[in-house]
């Protein structure tokens, strides 16, 4: 008969093993701001990114760092008859009732850059809307909505003398923020 199994290690209250070759690193920081709290159609967009590397002995290395502007119509499929989404990636709908009638990204924004520890680095990205546009609108039958969104992906370096320690490097999971645009 197996032993009883403890259910605080299942919690996570139990012994825990570490490894000791991962040093646990705080996560960078992905910050999106605008320059207006509220746009009308043909108006320039000024948005500024920002990347904070947090204090400690890692570099950062930037793989990538992405950036989209999208526009969703949402229908509410109580109200309308809407179809089923296309399963290719070409299509202009995500989910049943959304349809992207806006859409502008920026695969690369920047890759393979280098950041020290305990410092930042801000892009700042423009763009013009479309002079047609609806405006943002949230009611209980259809919904217009904005937003950009950025995501970072890279890993940690420990640096010594600017060159890597014997290939120590630690992947990063995908940072994404998104900021809802008015």
């Known amino acids: 008969m197996p032993?009883?199994?403890?259910?605080?290690?299942?919690?996570g209250i139990g012994k825990r093993e570490t490894?000791?070759?991962?040093?646990?690193?705080?996560?960078p920081l992905l910050k999106l701001e605008a320059d207006k709290k509220v746009y009308r159609p043909g108006d320039?967009?000024?948005?500024?990114?920002?990347?904070?590397n947090p204090p400690g002995e890692c570099s950062l290395l930037v793989d990538r760092l992405s950036f989209e502007a999208t526009g969703i119509e949402k229908?509410?499929?109580?109200?309308?008859?809407?179809?089923?989404?296309?399963?290719?990636?070409s299509s202009n709908q995500k989910r049943r009732g959304e349809y992207v009638f806006m859409d502008s990204s920026v695969p690369s924004l920047v890759s393979n850059q280098v950041l020290s520890s305990a410092t930042k680095r801000t892009y700042i990205l423009r763009m013009n809307l479309p002079?047609?546009?609806?405006?943002?609108y949230r009611g209980s039958a259809v919904r217009y909505l904005y937003?950009?969104?950025?995501?970072?992906?890279?890993?940690?370096?420990?640096?010594?003398?600017?060159?890597?320690?014997?290939?120590?490097t630690q992947?990063?999971?995908a940072i994404d923020n998104h900021h809802v645009l008015k």
Do not use: C
């Not at 229908?75 to 990636?89: G, I, V, Y």
């Not at 002079?131 to 943002?136: K, V, W």
């Not at 937003?147 to 290939?167: A, C, E, I, T």
């Open 171 to 173: 992947e990063l999971p």
């Open 3 to 11: 032993p009883p199994r403890r259910l605080s290690s299942l919690f």
């Open 44 to 52: 320039p967009v000024t948005i500024t990114v920002e990347i904070r």
């Open 147 to 168: 937003h950009v969104k950025s995501v970072l992906s890279g890993k940690y370096l420990n640096m010594d003398d600017g060159h890597p320690r014997g290939g120590s």
């Open 19 to 27: 490894r000791k070759d991962v040093v646990p690193v705080a996560s």
């Open 131 to 136: 002079t047609i546009l609806p405006p943002s």
């Open 75 to 89: 229908l509410d499929t109580q109200w309308f008859n809407t179809r089923k989404p296309l399963s290719d990636s």
